[in-house]
């Protein structure tokens, strides 16, 4: 079930039965056909332990469970529908898993494929102390929302995204304040950037950046706004 751009701040969903999807509360912006919106107290797929785990770790985001309507039949006696996300006017990026895992703050997910398997890791195991300072410089959370399975992600920014390739010859470093989300066999760590610029006064005050490690891509948005 894969989006589709309508333009950079809109993407559109064909569902059928049998498949579901979950997206922010609030980002449906229009349908066609006979549509379910039912606010989801269980954690995506997940379960109650996935949601627990997000509450406890700050990383929980209010979801609707998105579904077509039962016994309802479309045109060709096939029952479809299509639904419009969109949220606050920001960009809106397409992320296709095939099996891999994306690592995202859970304020960034616009809407996603119901059969990917959510969850929640603690940044701190993947990038060590730096993990979780960079959850205090950044303003998130020391813990992000992990999506794995094949599917569609759906995930916003600041002004467009762009993707970089993170390899072991050459890794990413990056403003915290402009990462989106990263997959991959990756690893990150916060690093100083503190020259005799900062030093007196005439540095750019990007005194802090994210090093990305290993093989992956990461996902930079074109801001250093918060959404």
Request: hydrophobic share 40%; aromatic share 6%; charged share 15%.
């Amino acid at each position: 079930m894969p989006f589709t751009a309508l333009n950079s701040r809109m993407v559109e969903a064909r569902i059928v039965p049998g498949q579901r999807l979950f997206s922010q509360r609030g980002a449906m912006l229009a349908y066609r056909g006979e549509v379910t919106f039912t606010p989801n107290i269980q954690g995506g797929q997940g379960g109650l332990g996935s949601m627990i785990g997000r509450r406890i770790a700050g990383e929980a985001t209010p979801l609707m469970t998105v579904e077509v309507a039962q016994g309802l039949h479309g045109r060709g006696g096939t029952p479809t529908a299509t639904v419009m996300f969109g949220y606050g006017g920001h960009h809106v990026q397409v992320v296709d898993l095939t099996g891999d895992t994306l690592y995202v703050e859970a304020d960034r997910l616009l809407a996603f494929d119901g059969s990917l398997s959510q969850g929640t890791m603690f940044m701190g195991a993947q990038g060590g102390v730096m993990g979780m300072v960079r959850g205090q410089v950044t303003g998130q959370g020391l813990f992000t929302t992990t999506l794995q399975g094949h599917g569609s992600v759906a995930v916003m920014a600041h002004g467009g995204v762009i993707e970089l390739p993170i390899t072991p010859e050459r890794p990413v470093h990056v403003d915290p304040q402009a990462y989106v989300a990263h997959r991959g066999d990756v690893r990150n760590r916060l690093s100083t950037a503190i020259g005799w610029r900062e030093m007196i006064g005439r540095g750019s005050g990007e005194a802090f950046q994210l090093e990305l490690s290993g093989r992956g891509t990461v996902y930079v948005q074109a801001s250093e706004e918060k959404l």
